[in-house]
Nanobody, 126 residues
């Protein structure tokens, strides 16, 4: 059974930092496209970041560029999202996701995703 399991969410003050983790053994071992989405209350789920070794493409939403960094530790089978200079508008449930295929991150939309984690809540206080 394919599983993606997020952790690391919580309450953080604006300007602070947080690191999300996603246990995703299968998808961190090869060239699978894997990354993060988020969904704020009353809003649609939106892409945050994606990375793949297939063509080296990395995607960041404009709203998080320069503040968030995606990385993977293949030896541990974990995907990370390092969040810095966090803003109140970053408040959302963050989901780990994978296309489940060896592909680029040039397209990273909900329709591209085959596997989802259960989500972890990030709440930013101002």
């Amino acid at each position: 059974e394919v599983q993606l399991a997020e952790s690391g969410g919580g309450l953080v003050q604006a300007g602070g930092s947080l690191r999300l983790s996603c246990k995703a053994w299968l998808f961190t071992q090869g060239d699978y496209a894997i990354g993060w989405f988020r969904q704020a209350p009353g809003k649609e789920r939106e892409p945050v970041s994606c990375e793949t070794s297939m063509d080296g493409s990395v995607y960041y939403a404009d709203s998080v560029k320069g503040r968030f960094t995606i990385s993977r530790d293949g030896a541990k089978g974990i995907l990370y999202l390092q969040m810095t200079n966090i803003k109140p508008e970053d408040t959302a449930v963050y989901y780990c996701a994978s296309k489940g295929s060896i592909s680029s991150c040039r397209s990273w939309e909900t329709r591209d995703v085959r596997y989802w984690g259960q989500g972890t809540q990030v709440t930013v206080s101002s």
